[in-house]
């Protein structure tokens, strides 16, 4: 069976990788032991970076990197086209995940953003929680 193709917003990523013990930590394993392909874009993965660097974790550049390798190597890396339809969405920096979901075809876009999750029932790519996706992933 081939793994599920998953966009994951930056916050659920960054839980994952930055808190080892969160109810999100799962989602690294699933992703380091193939059970999932996280889809990568360069705007979310600009994001990511930008987040990385927020003052409250304090992360060294060293520490960035490592986080990074954590789940770089294991993504598919898609260019989003600019001619992508995206649905009108309150939150202008939510865009680029649903384009990148579009685009790289994903199975889910997982999230806990309310932005984002009340256009799951018009989007044409699943919109989960964390915890929603979970259930899908082992009920597969």
Same mark, same amino acid.
């Given at each position: &069976?081939?793994? #599920?193709?998953?966009?994951?917003d930056t916050n659920v990523l960054v839980s994952a990788l930055f808190f080892p013990?969160?109810?999100?930590? =799962?989602?690294?394993? $699933? =992703?380091?032991?193939?059970?999932?392909?996280?889809? *990568?874009?360069?705007?979310?993965?600009? !994001?990511?970076?930008?987040? %990385?660097c927020y003052p409250k974790f304090r992360l060294s550049e060293a520490e960035r !990197?490592? &986080?990074? *390798? @954590?789940?770089?190597? =294991?993504? !598919?890396? &898609?260019?989003?086209?600019?001619?992508?339809?995206?649905?009108?969405?309150? @939150?202008?920096? @939510?865009?680029?995940?649903? $384009?990148?979901a579009l685009s790289g075809r994903a199975d889910a876009l997982v999230t806990g953003?309310? @932005?984002?999750? *009340?256009? *799951?029932?018009?989007?044409?790519?699943?919109? %989960?929680?964390? #915890? $929603?996706?979970?259930?899908?992933?082992?009920? &597969?």
């Amino acid at each position: &069976m081939t793994p #599920p193709r998953v966009v994951l917003d930056t916050n659920v990523l960054v839980s994952a990788l930055f808190f080892p013990r969160s109810s999100l930590s =799962w989602l690294r394993t $699933a =992703w380091q032991c193939g059970a999932i392909v996280p889809l *990568a874009g360069g705007e979310t993965t600009k !994001e990511l970076l930008q987040v %990385l660097c927020y003052p409250k974790f304090r992360l060294s550049e060293a520490e960035r !990197e490592d &986080m990074l *390798a @954590d789940y770089l190597p =294991w993504c !598919e890396t &898609m260019t989003v086209g600019a001619d992508v339809a995206i649905p009108d969405c309150r @939150d202008p920096f @939510d865009r680029p995940f649903l $384009a990148l979901a579009l685009s790289g075809r994903a199975d889910a876009l997982v999230t806990g953003d309310g @932005d984002l999750l *009340a256009l *799951a029932p018009a989007f044409p790519v699943a919109i %989960l929680t964390p #915890p $929603a996706f979970k259930r899908l992933l082992h009920g &597969m």
